[in-house]
């Protein structure tokens, strides 16, 4: 008998809590999408696109100068420095 009450309220549990949970997320839904049909969201967002559209060239020139001169840093530190010894240990060449 009390294993019965046990499913009997588990299935009762879960069955509300879908229920509730739904609801809750149909809530959530409603306002994500209000406020992403707000004409005042979908400026800022189209003044977003802009502006990122407009400063990408600038910063792929920026990126590409400090990619290029990080590179030619390295490519100078390899060439100056002489060639790192390897350290044997007490069973000889490392693995």
């Not at 290029?68 to 240990?89: C, F, I, L, T, Y």
Request: aromatic share 2%; charged share 25%.
């Amino acid at each position: 008998m009390k294993k019965l009450m046990l499913l009997v309220a588990a299935g009762l549990g879960y069955v509300l809590g879908t229920r509730a949970g739904r609801e809750r997320y149909d809530q959530i839904m409603d306002a994500v999408t209000k406020v992403k049909n707000d004409p005042r969201v979908q400026q800022k967002t189209q003044h977003a696109v802009d502006t990122a559209r407009q400063q990408a060239p600038l910063v792929a020139d920026k990126v590409t100068s400090a990619a290029g001169a990080a590179a030619a840093k390295v490519s100078r530190s390899d060439s100056s420095e002489p060639e790192p010894q390897h350290m044997a240990g007490p069973q000889g060449d490392l693995p």
